[in-house]
């Protein structure tokens, strides 16, 4: 059964960095585009950063463009964020996505706070 563990959420000053964590299990890793969103309080969930099979391309929400990061390592079924020069409005819970055909599967997600 597909699995997707999110971790490495906390809290952090303005300007600092967090370099979330997705551990991936029950399918086969490789073969999947992977998504990251997150959640705030009171707002819908939106769209972060995208890796594809392979790690050839990303994609990236204009709000995250030149800050954040995302990353694989299929050996490891593991999908990273980076997140550097972090703000308050970055504050919200992040979500490990994969799509596999009409379904798709969510962790559990990862509370960040970016705050002074």
């Known amino acids: 059964q597909v699995q997707l563990v999110e971790s490495g959420g906390g809290l952090v000053q303005p300007g600092g960095s967090l370099r979330l964590s997705c551990a991936a299990s029950?399918?086969?890793?490789?073969?999947?585009?992977m998504r990251w969103y997150r959640q705030a309080p009171g707002k819908e969930r939106e769209f972060v950063a995208m890796?594809?099979?392979?790690?050839?391309?990303?994609n990236y929400a204009d709000s995250v463009k030149g800050r954040f990061t995302v990353s694989r390592d299929d050996a490891k079924n593991t999908v990273y964020l980076q997140m550097n020069s972090l703000k308050p409005e970055d504050t919200a819970v992040y979500f490990c996505?994969?799509?596999?055909?009409?379904?798709?599967?969510w962790g559990q997600g990862t509370q960040v706070t970016v705050s002074s």
């Open positions: 996505n994969m799509f596999s055909g009409p379904r798709q599967y």
């Open positions: 890796v594809t099979s392979g790690g050839e391309t990303t």
């Open positions: 029950g399918f086969t890793f490789s073969t999947k585009n």
